[in-house]
């Protein structure tokens, strides 16, 4: 057993040089949502710091512990953002995620999820289509605004008292099964990547981005076979599930030549521009280079409409009441939060109403909504306080996991507020 | 190891949530944001009210365990380091809400945890004022500003924490209540006990509720950015503006080292060959008085040979300017693994004198420092930048340290403005005082807190 620990610490070595940049300031306890709710230092950065640099110094023997303070984490990065000292403080926790998990190993459920479901895209999508077909079994509609669907089993595993998105009748895989168009006027040829959220659960995002492309004649590439991003896995800290799925989608987009890689998701975007090559050191140099090189063109498809097609300035609209949700992984880590409110002012029948802390996390953070709901739900709620206080008829935002949490969050206080992603209210225009 | 018919004693007085014995949530309470070793702290308890706190106190008074309050932990002089033998941290976070603010005879109370910058805030929307701002004050908790007493940019004009406390109400080593202090201007019943606990350090006792004065804001302000090209003219400019009968809310200096980490750090074309910077900003009732000081501000700058002076026009320019004092700790910050902030003050027509010494010793110890700091109180960050993984350098900062408080109190400064003893100063506490200082102190602790159990050895050790 010491040995064991012995040999953590040792792996723990390597985020020495990171870890030492907390001045331990405490600065963090201002912004993270986590901390805000428990009150606890070992749920903010700086504690979590702490906690590894004992276990990395060999002062600290109940692993489990600190990886359960580890998991007590969106991975929002508003830490980080805010940090004086720059400490990168999601790259700390990723690979500190996978380094305690190679050592204290995956717990049952999820290596079934990650190592069965997400690396065969094939097996995954069959499954999830058939649930969608079953899935009205389960369900009932709880909100036709939001339209998301509430469990009709009390207390089952996963859907509890979550006002949970069904899974679309037909995902946008289906109803797009593959493009490589040439460019018209737009001039760019862009590739993209809608992501699990997108194609499973809200097709109707990704109709929106490829009406939008197809309006402003870009090329378009979506090929088949495109896997997760690999998120999931990495923040669980299954590496090697992780790097599977960059391999394969490696592997496909490197089939043709593009511009940019779009996503419209902000979470596919910071982990594929961010955590992709952040976590390829291990790799030889050539798939370093590959992997940087595909990183570096990925681009969220807001940020590519403003800054790229420079699409017609902002008008003074009027009408529809709308505000907008900074997600995390755009604001915080991609720094894109102007393209996104300058695209919605573009609508003339929106009139742009900013919420309070409109960067504050929605609560959601991928698994931590699954492992702590209890505590996502008290994060979501101030959320969806600041968001019916503005008085929105719509929320929009670029993120379809935040899409998610926020229509769970309304859809439980039954507000008549409709969830939308910025693309889908853009491309009205069209 | 503490009994487990204590820990169940505590469970139920706290409820189990709030009664932290776990390997991991203990070291999370080992540290705060002084550059010293942690100490794991045998258990952490969050009392969520005041009776909860009382017995909280008698009962570790009872088992003889040494007590550590910890608001937000970021004190900068090892202040929340718990005890190594049996120490015990109790949170004041369960206990952070604003019990009154009273418009009408300007006060407020508030419980011990309350967030400084929310207080201020609540302050503001009722059209009222609570001036001290430490850099901290995100986080920090007013109970920690009080048992520091906390300054921060305003101090010149405005004061420090001291300033604003009318009273504080406490619980004693043995857990009895003690009232001192009061919500009336004028108040001299019994001892003045509540100045006692400002600065204490949780040595005296341990906040319950604290009454804090409150004052009309400023209606108007303006800021000003001056450049020089010798340290000696910025300085001679903040003795004229005060000779002038001028009071400016900040006036804040970046020396040469601080003002080339800033523009290493955010290229926003600050002048790398200035010698000091000065950041100074005027407030007050009215806007033509605002902008008549500011006028002679500019003026008294320039006739004392500043290099370029810039006024700013609007919010937006004001916000520009104080852009390189904002990123001055984030810039020294970031340059090495390791920062060691300092607080070193001197009389302001000292701090030419003062600056010069800090950068001779940097160059005698090869060490990296940048200074700011507030010139209109003299109250200066010397930041030394390291690496404590180093130990030979590190060793080399002790000793510069050493040397850096030497020469401020050779010319007629004190060791800390505003960070505290803690256990990071105290073993220079009797050069700046005393003997006798240290004795009388001691007694004093003894005679309150015969076991010697609140927050034993900060301040005056022992
Ligand atoms: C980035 C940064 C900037 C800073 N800027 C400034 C600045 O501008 N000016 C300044 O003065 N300081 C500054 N500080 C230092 C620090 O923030 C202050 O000392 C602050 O007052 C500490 O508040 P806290 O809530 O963190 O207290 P803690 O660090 O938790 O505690 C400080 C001391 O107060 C005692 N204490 C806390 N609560 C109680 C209570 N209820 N009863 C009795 N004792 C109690 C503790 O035992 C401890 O000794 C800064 C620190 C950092 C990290
Ligand atoms: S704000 Fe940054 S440096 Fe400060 S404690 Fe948090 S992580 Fe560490
Ligand atoms: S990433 Fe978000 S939740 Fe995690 S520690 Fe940082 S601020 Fe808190």
């Not at chain 1, 419209?264 to 090559?277: D, F, G, Q, V, Y």
């Not at chain 2, 004041?92 to 603010?101: A, C, F, H, P």
């Not at chain 2, 406490?170 to 201007?185: D, L, P, Q």
């Not at chain 2, 300092?342 to 000292?350: F, G, I, K, L, N």
């Amino acid at each position: 057993m010491t040995e064991d620990l012995h040999q953590l610490a040792k792996m723990l070595h390597e985020l020495d040089d990171q870890m030492v940049a907390c001045m331990k300031c405490g600065m963090c306890q201002a912004v993270c949502p986590v901390f805000a709710e428990t009150m606890k230092e070992g749920d903010v950065a700086r504690g979590k710091i702490a906690l590894l640099e004992n276990l990395s110094h060999e002062m600290i023997a109940d692993a489990e512990g600190v990886q359960n303070k580890l998991n007590m984490c969106l991975l929002c990065g508003s830490c980080a953002a805010n940090c004086p000292s720059g400490v990168k403080v999601l790259d700390i926790f990723l690979k500190a995620r996978v380094i305690v998990n190679t050592y204290m190993g995956l717990p049952a459920v999820k290596k079934v999820i990650f190592k069965g479901l997400l690396t065969k895209p094939a097996l995954f999508n069959t499954v999830l289509d058939l649930a969608s077909k079953f899935q009205g079994v389960f369900t009932k509609t709880a909100s036709e605004v939001i339209g998301s669907s509430c469990s009709r089993i009390v207390n089952a595993p996963i859907i509890g008292e979550r006002h949970f998105m069904p899974l679309a009748k037909k995902p946008l895989r289906k109803l797009e099964p593959s493009l490589n168009t040439r460019p018209g006027k737009g001039g760019y040829r862009v590739a993209f990547f809608p992501g699990c959220v997108i194609d499973k659960i809200y097709p109707q995002v990704g109709q929106a981005v490829l009406k939008a492309l197809r309006h402003h004649e870009i090329g378009i590439y979506m090929p088949t076979g495109q896997c997760c991003c690999g998120i999931p896995a990495l923040a669980s800290g299954d590496k090697e599930s992780f790097d599977k799925l960059v391999l394969r989608n490696l592997e496909i987009f490197e089939k043709e030549n593009f511009d940019y890689l779009l996503t419209a998701c902000a979470t596919c975007t910071a982990t594929m521009h961010e955590l992709w090559p952040l976590m390829s050191g291990d790799k030889t140099q050539s798939m370093q280079d590959r992997i940087a090189a595909m990183a570096a063109k990925v681009m969220d498809v807001n940020q590519f409409m403003v800054d790229v097609v420079k699409v017609s300035m902002p008008v003074q609209g009027s009408g529809t009441k709308v505000t907008y949700h900074d997600p995390c992984h755009l604001k915080k880590s991609m720094k894109v939060f102007e393209q996104p409110r300058a695209l919605l002012k573009t609508n003339p029948n929106v009139e742009f109403v900013e919420m309070a802390d409109a960067d504050r996390c929605c609560g959601c953070g991928g698994s931590f909504n699954l492992q702590h709901y209890d505590l996502s739900k008290e994060i979501g709620t101030q959320k969806r306080g600041n968001i019916v206080a503005s008085g929105a008829q719509v929320v929009a935002t670029g993120c379809p996991a935040c899409m998610m949490q926020m229509s769970d969050m309304l859809s439980q206080h039954k507000d008549n507020v409709a969830v939308k992603h910025v693309m889908e209210i853009y491309a009205e225009t069209l | 190891m503490l009994s487990t018919s204590l820990l169940n004693e505590f469970k139920t007085l706290l409820g189990k949530d709030n009664v932290m014995d776990s390997e991991s949530d203990r070291h999370a309470y080992s540290y705060d944001a002084a550059v010293l070793d942690s100490v794991v702290p045998e258990l952490v308890l969050r009392p969520t009210t005041s009776e909860q706190l009382g017995r909280t106190v008698a009962l570790c008074n009872e088992n003889k365990l040494p007590m550590t309050v910890r608001g937000a932990g970021t004190n900068l002089s090892g202040g929340t380091i718990p005890t190594k033998e049996h120490g015990v941290v109790i949170l004041t976070n369960g206990m952070n809400k604003i019990l009154e603010i009273n418009e009408e005879d300007l006060y407020a109370v508030v419980q011990p945890g309350a967030v400084t910058a929310k207080f201020a805030a609540e302050v503001a929307k009722r059209g009222l004022f609570y001036p001290p701002d430490p850099g901290s004050q995100a986080v920090s908790t007013l109970g920690g500003n009080v048992a520091e007493n906390a300054g921060g940019l305003r101090g010149l004009k405005y004061g420090v924490t001291k300033d604003y406390v009318m009273g504080v109400n406490f619980w004693n080593a043995e857990g009895e209540y003690i009232k001192s202090g009061g919500k009336t201007v004028k108040c001299v019943t019994g001892l003045n006990i509540a100045q006692l606990m400002v600065g204490s350090e949780g040595t005296l006792g341990v906040f319950d509720e604290i009454i804090l004065k409150l004052v009309p804001p400023p209606v108007a302000s303006k800021a000003m950015l001056a450049e020089f090209d010798d340290i000696n003219k910025a300085s001679e400019t903040v003795a004229a503006i005060i000779a002038n009968k001028i009071v400016p809310c900040t006036l804040e200096l970046l020396d040469n080292a601080t003002i080339n980490y800033v523009e290493d750090f955010t290229k926003a074309g600050l002048p790398r060959d200035a010698a000091a910077i000065l950041l100074i900003e005027v407030d007050g009732g009215h806007i033509a008085l605002v902008d008549d000081d500011a006028e002679k501000v500019v003026e008294i700058c320039k006739k004392h040979g500043a290099k370029r002076v810039q006024m700013a026009k609007d919010a937006a320019e004001k916000n520009k300017l104080w852009e390189a004092r904002r990123n001055a700790l984030p810039a020294l910050a970031r340059a090495r693994p390791t920062t060691v902030l300092e607080d070193a003050t001197v009389p302001r027509s000292q701090i030419p004198a003062m600056i010069k010494a800090i950068n001779d010793i940097g160059v005698k110890y090869k060490l990296q420092i940048g200074t700011f700091g507030h010139a209109g109180d003299g109250n200066l960050h010397p930041t030394i930048l390291t690496d404590k993984r180093d130990k030979e350098e590190f060793h080399r900062v002790e000793l510069a340290v050493d040397e850096i408080f030497d020469v401020a109190l050779s010319l007629g400064g004190t060791l800390s403005g505003e960070h505290g003893i803690g256990t990071a100063k105290s073993k220079w506490l009797e050069k700046e005082t005393t003997k006798a200082t240290i004795i009388y102190s001691r007694r004093l602790k003894k005679a309150v807190d015969p076991n010697y159990l609140l927050n034993p050895g900060k301040i005056i050790g022992g």
